[in-house]
Nanobody, 115 residues
Framework: QVQFVESGGGLVQPGGSLRLSCAASGFIFKTSLMSWYRQVPGKERELVAFISAGGSSTNYADSVKGRFTISRDNAENTVYLQMNNLKPEDTAVYYC????????WGLGTQVTVSS
């Protein structure tokens, strides 16, 4: 059974940092491109970043470029999102997703950036 468990969210002040983790299971993780998305109530889910199966290639939304870093540990079936210099507009629920099994989603982790 495919499962994603996101963690690491929380309340942080503007300029702060958080590191999100997503533990994946139920498919061959090391063969799949992995992505992080975020969603604000009333808006569509937005692609934040993705990383190739081997981890050598990454891509970011313009809004997070230079502040967020996506990485993965294929031995641990986990993908990470390091978020620095957080802004109030980064407030959202963050989800990971696998291209191999695109219809599966976890519960997400809430990130709130506020003073």
């Amino acid at each position: 059974q495919v499962q994603f468990v996101e963690s690491g969210g929380g309340l942080v002040q503007p300029g702060g940092s958080l590191r999100l983790s997503c533990a994946a299971s139920g498919f061959i993780f090391k063969t799949s491109l992995m992505s992080w998305y975020r969603q604000v109530p009333g808006k569509e889910r937005e692609l934040v970043a993705f990383i190739s199966a081997g981890g050598s290639s990454t891509n970011y939304a313009d809004s997070v470029k230079g502040r967020f870093t996506i990485s993965r540990d294929n031995a641990e079936n986990t993908v990470y999102l390091q978020m620095n210099n957080l802004k109030p507009e980064d407030t959202a629920v963050y989800y990971c997703n696998a291209r191999k099994v695109p219809t599966y989603w976890g519960l997400g982790t809430q990130v709130t950036v506020s003073s």
